[in-house]
């Protein structure tokens, strides 16, 4: 009995120490598999990090040409508001010289014709001042003729 006993413990130590080294053959696979992902990972690591600098270093780019873009843009707004305000000082100069010139013309118009034997200037002949104003009366027509087309023509 003491031999078939010894024999008994001895199997089941055996037998543990295989079980133990099967264990121990698994662990070692997966603990290899384990290095292999951890060089991998460290892999793509890198490369993250690789990436986020790239990406970083456009976004400072990005940055840089929009505070470009709105530094000339700004310039060109304020350019373009002066001439703005230069344009409508144009019109409104423009637009008082029209009326100008057409109380010029209305009155040209409503001006009586001359008499004739009256001077209209002292001391001018009395041929002269009809003469004179047929040309004042010529040059107010042809004035109010091209004030009224280009009114036709805006």
Known sequence: MGLS????IEGAVALLLALT???????NRRLTLLHADRDALRLMVGDLVTATSLANQAIKELKTTAVEADLSLTSR?????RFGIQLANHINSGNA????????????????????????????????????????RAALEQLSTRVHNRGVAA
């Open 77 to 81: 707004l304020e350019e373009a508001e």
């Open 21 to 27: 080294l099967g264990y121990c053959i698994v662990l």
């Open 5 to 8: 006993l010894g024999l008994f």
């Open 97 to 136: 010289l029209m009326q100008r010139i057409a109380k010029i013309t209305a009155a040209g118009r409503r001006t009586p014709a001359p008499v004739a034997g009256l001077d209209l200037l002292p001391g001018a002949p009395a041929a002269a001042p009809a003469h004179g104003t047929n040309k004042v």
